[in-house]
């Protein structure tokens, strides 16, 4: 494994780790207001990453099927979409500022299952990231060490304020700043994994990129619909969301574009 490569799978786990670290240095918990700000800046920055990420090259792979070009993204889209929905069926979580917890019943503290929350969030990210780095060490021409490394940075920006809003409240329920940052970071740990697995699985289905970039895309958006956005729109009406979403979608898509 290069050192590119290992430095490009890390990053989003040191985002996650930086902002979960905000619990040492800051007193307060973060406001519903701030919260909201954060979550819509990390819906925009992963909704800019499934398309000039992830579902743009899946297409460019496929080009030549011609006008059925989009099928393959269409056929792994689905299927991560239907993936993620599974998992948030089976695995008891509780999101942020919610009263009930999903999936299965369980008798697992309301710590752990917010935790679990934000790791089964993180699952698409760890994904995409492999992927794209599959793609780039299998010598796709659609994918370059700049584009891998913007994805790995746009995500790496948006776990740092996940970091914080996972951390901090925690912190705040009482429990030890060094604990609710390990469980911060923790929370963050599934993505090289997951990127590794990703990795090691497209180097043995080198035809089916395509599927797997588009997959990760599907799995990031099913996120993005079904808890993003109703958090950052949730309480008072405001605006904060919106905006903060527009920053992280530019962002994400002038990074991409940029080093891509």
Not at 20 to 25: L, M
Not at 175 to 190: C, E, T, Y
Request: contains cysteine.
């Amino acid at each position: 494994m290069t050192k590119d490569l290992l430095l490009g799978i890390l990053i989003p786990l040191i985002g996650t780790g930086a902002g979960s670290a905000c619990v040492f240095f800051m007193k307060k918990e973060l406001s519903l207001s701030v919260q909201r700000a954060l979550t819509g800046f990390a819906a925009g920055v992963m909704v800019a990453a499934s398309i000039w990420s992830l579902i743009i090259p899946a297409i460019e792979q496929s080009k030549s099927m011609g006008n059925f070009s989009f099928l393959p993204a269409l056929i792994g889209f689905w299927f991560g979409i239907i993936f993620l929905l599974i998992l948030d069926s089976v695995i008891p979580h509780l999101h942020m500022n919610a009263q009930k917890a999903e999936g299965t019943k369980s008798k697992l503290a309301k710590t752990t299952m917010m935790v679990l929350a934000v790791t089964l969030h993180n699952i698409p990210e760890g994904m995409a990231v492999g992927v794209v780095y599959a793609g780039f060490l299998t010598g796709s021409s659609e994918i370059t060490a700049g584009g891998a490394l913007a994805l790995s940075l746009g995500i790496a920006i948006q776990n740092f304020p996940e970091g914080a809003i996972i951390s901090m409240p925690l912190h705040g329920e009482g429990k030890k700043k060094s604990l609710a940052f390990l469980d911060g970071v923790l929370s963050g740990a599934v993505e090289p994994i997951g990127a590794l697995i990703t990795i090691f699985l497209a180097g043995l289905i080198v035809p089916a990129m395509p599927y797997l970039l588009s997959f990760a895309a599907g799995a990031m958006l099913y996120v993005v619909v079904e808890e993003l956005i109703p958090e950052m729109s949730e309480g008072e009406h405001s605006n904060i969301g919106v905006l903060m979403f527009s920053v992280g979608f530019t962002l994400m898509m002038a990074l991409d574009v940029a080093l891509g």
